[in-house]
């Protein structure tokens, strides 16, 4: 993620109101039990969706894959996808300022009556948390590091699952900045580039673009919009493998989410990708994104 859009991300006011489990509460009262399976174990699901101009952006595909990745953890939401919906609506309309805004929806395995790994220790519910945060533009241009933390693979926990722990997301955003860099470059566990820390990686090599294919990521609800976006404008995209070498030798490179929108990559490990700023082609993605968000 880009450093000064991080800094400014997120800021929760003490005017802010946070749904927990159905009642709405002052950010300071908000509270959850010490005891849940999310702060226990990090046992637990979450989605971001951006409000452009008061509108949620793909929120059935953000809600779908909540309902996944609970399924895959075998938690039981307990509301239906409607019911979540309209928790989200309520959330936005009790806080102001939120016309343009970055909306978690949180669901944890609930409250435990006895401390252990096993999920039939939870007492009765799932602990959902919904809380929204106004936002800025995002930033446009990044610097990556190569991290030496790998992304978990399926084989150890499917990236598909977007699950409240990213610890190994976090050791590499560490390394990124004690490198100065504003974010790091994941590889998968076989050496081929995976993601960043919290944003999904394209490169552009002589106006054809190349993703990794959704194995060993998180398949981003950006990147899809993307892929589909640029197919439909001409581009060829594919979702393959892509190396190292290839990063250091794309014309251009960006990353893509929720939180970062569409963000070029100006270096990867000190090395300029390009000639250093922001490219044509990404410039133009980033114009027909924006086109789509805030039409
Ligand atoms: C690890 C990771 N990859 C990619 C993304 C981008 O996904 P999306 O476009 O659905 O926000 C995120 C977003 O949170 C993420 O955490």
Redesign the pocket.
């Known amino acids: 993620m880009c450093a000064e859009v991080y800094e400014g991300y997120g800021s929760l006011s003490a005017e802010s109101i946070v749904y927990v489990n159905g009642e709405f509460y002052p950010r300071d009262e908000a509270r959850i039990s010490v005891f849940d399976s999310g702060i226990l174990y990090g046992d637990g699901v979450f989605e971001?969706i951006r409000l452009f101009n008061s509108k949620p952006f793909k929120q059935v595909e953000?809600i779908e894959?909540l309902y996944r990745s609970a399924k895959a953890l075998g938690i039981n939401i307990q509301l239906t996808k409607e019911e979540i919906k309209r928790a989200m609506e309520a959330t936005i309309k009790r806080n102001k300022g939120m016309e343009n805004a970055y909306v978690r929806i949180l669901v944890t395995r609930g409250e435990k009556k006895a401390v252990g790994l096993d999920p039939r220790l939870c007492v009765d519910r799932p602990t959902v948390i919904i809380f929204a945060v106004p936002v800025g533009e995002a930033k446009s241009e990044s610097s990556l590091i190569v991290s030496s933390i790998r992304r978990t693979p399926p084989e150890c926990l499917d990236?598909k699952i977007?699950s409240i722990n990213?610890l190994n997301?976090i050791l590499a955003k560490i390394e990124a900045i004690h490198a100065g860099a504003d974010d790091a470059l994941m590889l998968d566990i076989r050496g081929f580039i995976a993601?960043?820390?919290?944003?999904?990686v394209f490169i552009v090599k002589e106006g054809r673009m190349a993703t990794p294919q959704a194995d060993n990521?998180?398949d981003?609800?950006?990147?899809r919009a993307i892929i589909d976006l640029a197919k439909s404008n001409g581009f060829e995209v594919q979702e393959r493998n892509v190396t190292l070498q290839e990063v250091y030798t794309a014309d251009e490179i960006f990353l893509?989410?929720?939180?970062e929108d569409v963000c070029a990559v100006t270096s990867v490990g000190g090395r300029t990708i390009g000639d250093g700023k922001l490219g044509p082609t990404t410039e133009k993605i980033m114009r027909l994104y924006r086109g789509m968000t805030q039409p």
Not at 195 to 200: L, P, Q, V, Y
Not at 220 to 223: M, P, S
Not at 256 to 259: F, L, V, Y
């Open positions: 971001a953000h894959r990236p977007k990213y997301n993601e960043a820390t919290g944003a999904n990521i998180l981003g609800i950006t990147r893509t989410g929720t939180s």
